[in-house]
């Protein structure tokens, strides 16, 4: 706000500054007022929003094929012509991580789209069908109680590697958590005094749920989804990596850094592109949490 | 007291159950059949039909389910299909290089995490509690392998200060020890020390506020030990039982840790048991895992009696 504001110019009257004022609180609630109250949110979605839109467009972006091998030009220094530099057998490592992003955010995306909404509907059956609550709470607590990378390994085990086997397996592995959030939120939200008020009145179970429960569960369940998300890229890359996770086929930022193993001593730009790449966008996410997180629940935010 | 003990013992139970019945799961719908496998190409299909029915792979999953639980509750996790050893001694060949990089990172970790929450809650909205509160959401943001090659290429290859990779046993020396373990232990403490970082300083805002903190200030207390005695004992139970959850999040990442720094330990083992499909080192490896975490926890939780007297059942 300007300094002026304050003071009083001689022969105005006393009220003039007001107008002046209202616009400034105006500005504070659109778009902008929002970066401001919000800057890590700001942050972390326009750094995903390229990540997004470098996925989209990637054979626009001045790639080649990521997958061509040319032995002519193995492990070559980055350079203006290899800007990443080139792999053992020659791919354009530039390329490769940029086609990269489309695994990781596909993953990420989907698989805290497929938990939260698996999450859901296991939290509600958990948090109402009071019968089936200890059993299932028992299984989760099972789930839980297998650290969710060696889960989603050995899941992987059983079958080949491909984007939606990686998908399933991770997303297995992230429903308890969400589980849990929900079913806490659905045993607290029924001893609202409204609850029970509705069930006093006659109302049907599937109502109280539409409109009493599911609306409240709805901010932290999208924080959460961004938490899972974040994760879900770390745990795809980590599966990649260790030979689990996506053929080296399709190249993703996981997988690349597998290939650089080898060699990281002498060629440390092979791990080095991918790594920032993967970090980069898991601390958009992270971040973009963190900011829904103070936006949507604030109760929350103060505790954390 | 004993009664609580014996009471969460017994909640370990069903949880222990439902992890045998996913890992034994594991085994029954793994692709390809042991049968044909251990009989070899030229098996006939009468002789493999044998071999089946001598293995018992032809019964019902409840039996073998059973028998198979029976088999790990006597100390028997079965035969590797490759090394053709028992898992068990696959397993505690490599036993001691994974415990020696999570005990390290665990006390290197507390060491680090908790003084770093408690000066930030003490200095809550300064310059260096940002400067804190950055570092661990960068801590949750960069995964576990970016950070260990990172480290391992400026301190080991740049710096020459460390080795770049593998392990010395600790029986030939405590300090070849500790230094092959410094940079693994750091890369994968890094989610630790953030996840316990933020926890100490979430509940040491909390309890900063109270009454008996201001009135030990005003009688003149230094404050180290009003922070690190009054304040701490009385958040502790949120870290400790923090400390215990992310016990999982060690065991992970041990996997990745130990493939970038050549560590022979489980992790290893684990990922080439995955390369090679050898289901009973998976099975074995989960088992233990998941058995040190549940174990963990239950410790975790019968520790709050000793943290805050006040917890009594």
Same mark, same amino acid.
């Given at each position: 706000m300007n300094a002026q504001n304050f003071v009083n110019p001689a022969g105005t009257a006393i009220a003039a500054p007001l107008p002046d004022v209202l616009p400034a609180v105006k500005s504070r609630r659109g778009f902008f007022g929002l970066i401001r109250r919000y800057p890590t949110l700001a942050f972390g979605a326009a750094i995903l929003l390229i990540m997004v839109f470098i996925a989209v467009f990637a054979p626009m972006l001045w790639t080649v094929d990521p997958t061509a091998i040319a032995t002519g030009r193995r492990n070559r220094e980055p350079s203006l012509l290899y800007w990443f530099g080139t792999d053992m057998f020659g791919r354009d490592l530039y390329s490769r991580v940029l086609y990269g992003a489309r695994v990781s955010l596909i993953v990420g995306f989907s698989v805290a789209l497929?938990?939260?909404?698996?999450?859901?509907?296991?939290?509600?059956?958990?948090?109402?069908?009071?019968?089936?609550?200890?059993?299932? &709470?028992?299984? &989760?607590?099972?789930? &839980?109680?297998?650290?969710?990378?060696l889960l989603a390994v050995a899941l992987m085990a059983l079958t080949r590697g491909s984007m939606s086997n990686v998908i399933i397996a991770v997303t297995i592995a992230e429903i308890p958590r969400v589980a849990r959030l929900v079913r806490s939120v659905v045993l607290s939200l029924r001893e609202q005094p409204y609850v029970d008020a509705a069930i006093a009145a006659g109302t049907r179970t599937p109502k109280i749920i539409l409109t009493h429960i599911l609306p409240n569960t709805l901010a932290p369940l999208i924080v959460q989804a961004s938490y899972i998300c974040a994760s879900a890229m770390i745990t795809e890359a980590i599966l990649s990596f260790i030979g689990a996770g996506i053929p080296p086929s399709t190249p993703s930022w996981g997988n690349i850094m597998a290939e650089g193993r080898a060699l990281w001593q002498v060629k440390f730009y092979i791990v080095l592109f991918p790594a920032a790449f993967l970090s980069l966008t898991v601390l958009a996410v992270n971040l973009l949490g963190d900011g829904l997180r103070d936006m949507l629940d604030p109760r929350m935010a103060k505790s954390v | 007291m004993l009664l609580y003990v014996l009471k969460r013992l017994l909640s370990t139970i069903p949880v222990m159950a439902v992890v045998a019945?996913?890992? =034994?799961?594991?085994?029954?719908?793994?692709?390809? !059949?042991?049968?044909?496998?251990?009989?070899?190409?030229?098996?006939? $299909?009468?002789?493999?039909?044998?071999?089946?029915?001598?293995?018992?792979?032809?019964?019902?999953? +409840?039996?073998?389910?059973?028998?198979?639980?029976?088999? #790990?509750?006597?100390? !028997?996790?079965?035969?590797?299909?490759?090394?053709?050893?028992? +898992?068990?001694?696959? @397993?505690?060949?490599?036993?001691?290089? /994974?415990?020696?990089?999570?005990?390290?990172?665990?006390? %290197?970790?507390?060491? @680090?995490?908790? $003084?770093?929450?408690?000066?930030?809650?003490?200095?809550?909205?300064?310059?260096? !509690?940002?400067? #804190?509160?950055? =570092?661990? +959401?960068?801590?949750?943001?960069?995964? +576990?392998?970016?950070?260990?090659?990172?480290?391992?290429?400026?301190?080991?290859?740049?710096?020459?200060?460390?080795?770049?990779?593998?392990?010395?046993?600790?029986?030939?020396? @405590?300090? $070849?020890?500790?230094a092959n373990l410094v940079l693994p232990a750091v890369?994968?403490?890094?989610?630790?020390?953030?996840?316990?970082?933020?926890?100490?300083?979430?509940?040491?805002?909390?309890?900063?506020?109270?009454?008996?903190?201001?009135?030990?200030?005003?009688?003149?207390?230094?404050?180290?030990g009003i922070l690190f005695i009054h304040a701490l004992k009385n958040a502790a139970v949120p870290i400790v039982t923090v400390i215990g959850l992310g016990i999982a999040l060690l065991i992970g990442g041990a996997v990745v840790t130990e493939s970038v720094f050549a @560590?022979?330990?489980?992790?290893?083992?684990?990922?080439?048991? #995955?390369?090679?499909?050898?289901?009973? *080192?998976?099975?074995?490896?989960?088992?233990? =895992?998941?058995?040190?975490?549940?174990? *963990?926890?239950?410790?975790? !939780?019968?520790?709050? /009696? %000793?943290v805050d007297p006040r917890i009594r059942y």
């Open positions: 497929l938990a939260s909404a698996a999450g859901l509907v296991v939290g509600l059956v958990s948090g109402f069908v009071r019968i089936a609550d200890s059993l299932i &709470m028992r299984i &989760m607590d099972g789930i &839980m109680s297998i650290p969710p990378i | 019945l996913f890992v =034994f799961s594991l085994l029954y719908l793994a692709p390809g !059949d042991p049968a044909a496998t251990i009989a070899g190409d030229q098996a006939t $299909p009468a002789e493999i039909e044998k071999i089946r029915q001598n293995l018992g792979l032809d019964r019902a999953f +409840v039996v073998r389910f059973v028998e198979w639980a029976s088999q #790990i509750l006597h100390g !028997d996790l079965g035969t590797s299909l490759f090394a053709n050893m028992p +898992v068990r001694t696959m @397993i505690s060949e490599r036993l001691e290089p /994974t415990l020696s990089l999570l005990i390290v990172t665990l006390f %290197l970790a507390i060491l @680090i995490a908790v $003084p770093m929450g408690v000066i930030a809650a003490w200095k809550a909205g300064t310059l260096i !509690d940002r400067a #804190i509160m950055a =570092f661990s +959401v960068f801590g949750f943001s960069v995964p +576990v392998f970016v950070t260990a090659y990172l480290l391992a290429y400026v301190f080991a290859l740049r710096l020459d200060w460390l080795p770049v990779q593998g392990y010395t046993p600790i029986s030939q020396g @405590i300090i $070849p020890w500790f890369a994968l403490g890094c989610v630790y020390i953030a996840l316990i970082a933020r926890t100490t300083r979430a509940t040491m805002l909390e309890v900063l506020q109270q009454d008996y903190v201001r009135t030990a200030r005003a009688k003149g207390l230094a404050l180290p @560590i022979p330990g489980l992790g290893r083992l684990t990922v080439d048991a #995955i390369l090679r499909r050898d289901y009973p *080192v998976i099975q074995g490896v989960v088992l233990l =895992f998941s058995f040190v975490f549940v174990l *963990v926890n239950l410790a975790v !939780d019968l520790t709050y /009696t %000793l």
